[in-house]
């Protein structure tokens, strides 16, 4: 086809497919990075596929509309009449198990409404049939990880993480020292999917992706490179190819989040590094011992703070807490939190540690207090205590007032504090110099973006 190069428009048949997994903040990563393709490839096709209610919040009027790429809905796997069990996973459970039936005939569809074959997927890094899938259609295979390179690299070593670990996780927390670029690791901290519970689908989803992943024409992921070299290494001698193409909140527009609550009003009233920031993301609420204990140390504290805070305070925290705290803290339903990290006040975060909190972190420059609950956050929160050393977990992984209280002392008031401070600075540098015009993120944008589009 390269002979015809000159005569007609190759461009003009080249076909997209992007598969978005329409669950958690997933979508809307895979969604940006491709209209940033499909902008510097005006006469490419892409036909982005997603449920109806992703696509809905995806696409909604205020997002910007490119002519060159179409969405289309996959059925959501709910049966008819479908009646919730209560199980919060169960629709995603469902969604896995129609995979990739519910795929394939909506992209016949776009096959059929464009005339045109599908050349490339673009999917996200759970969807290990893509492998096959481009393997039939002559395409390419082009997966996007949207969290950090050492959870990944816990995917791609599954098999020999259970091998080395099957019979003794029951025992105690055992110390892993056989993965390269994991200091100081422990058992427990490897996401459940790997170790323990698995048989679910999620974890047979995640394990087929480890396995499937090195057939990729080139694995993009939401990290910069030196965040971590030795585990980029490691994962470059797994892949056919890496590319490190973010933080993506540096190389895109960022939805504008609105400070309903004055957050950043408040936060200019108040001395540098002198505040306290607590978020524990959009899924989890913490047990109630442990709001608690956290409510009993920031009142304790001589720090102000903001708790964004999804439960409703008046019921969820300590009887008078919020009456008591009014002028010292503020606690708010929603904050615009990387407007909020980046505000100079703002002297360390308390996070679940997921990985989008971390990069925000890092782009604040704000060390962090970890409490991670679930998939790759206690992973995280190991790389950030123990590799980048950025940060602190409290004792036990649980908010208890006194680990709190102690871990609140030292990343505010102590030397290490200090350190942790510099070095996150450090790395707030490299994620800038990253994205700058010729820096590694960018260059490796311009790659993907030929792989992607010729
Ligand atoms: C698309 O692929 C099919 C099957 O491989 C082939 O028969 C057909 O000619 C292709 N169509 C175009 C427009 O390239
Ligand atoms: C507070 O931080 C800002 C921004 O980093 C800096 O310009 C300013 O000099 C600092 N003020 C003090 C008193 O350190
Ligand atoms: C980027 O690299 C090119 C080629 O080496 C050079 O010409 C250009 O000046 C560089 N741009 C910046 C902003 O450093
Ligand atoms: C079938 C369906 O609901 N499709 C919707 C996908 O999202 C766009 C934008 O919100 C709607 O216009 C479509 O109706």
Known sequence: MSSLKGEINVDKLLHVAVLAFPFGTHAAPLLSLVKRIAREAPKVTFSFFSTTKSNATLFSSSN?????LKHYNVHDGLPQNYVPSGH?????FLFIKAMPENYKCVMDEAV???GKNITCLVTDAFYWFSADLADEMHAKWVPLWTAGPHSLLAHVYTDLIREKIGSKKEDHDVN????????KLKTSDFPQEIVNDIDGPFATMLHKMGLELPRATVVAINSFSTVHPLIENELNSNFKMLLNVGPFILTTPQPIIADEHGCIAWLNQHKNSSVVYISFGSVVIPPPHELTALAESLEEC????????RGNPEENLPKGFVERTRTKGKIVAWAPQLEILKHSSVGVCLT???WNSVLDCIVGGVPMITRPFFG?????ARMIESVWEIGV?????????????KALELTMSSEKGKIMRHKILKLKEFALEAVQQNGTSAKNFNTLTQIVTC
């Open 352 to 354: 679940h540690s997921g």
């Open 64 to 68: 910007e509309f490119l002519p060159n």
């Open 393 to 405: 977990g409290v004792d036990n992984g649980v908010l208890t007032k006194e680990s709190t209280l």
């Open 112 to 114: 059929a409404e464009t």
């Open 88 to 92: 919060p996973l169960e629709p995603i």
């Open 176 to 183: 892993v020292d056989f993965l390269p670029g994991f200091p």
């Open 376 to 380: 790759d956050q206690k992973l995280n």
């Open 302 to 309: 001589e720090f102000p703070f903001i708790l964004a805070f």
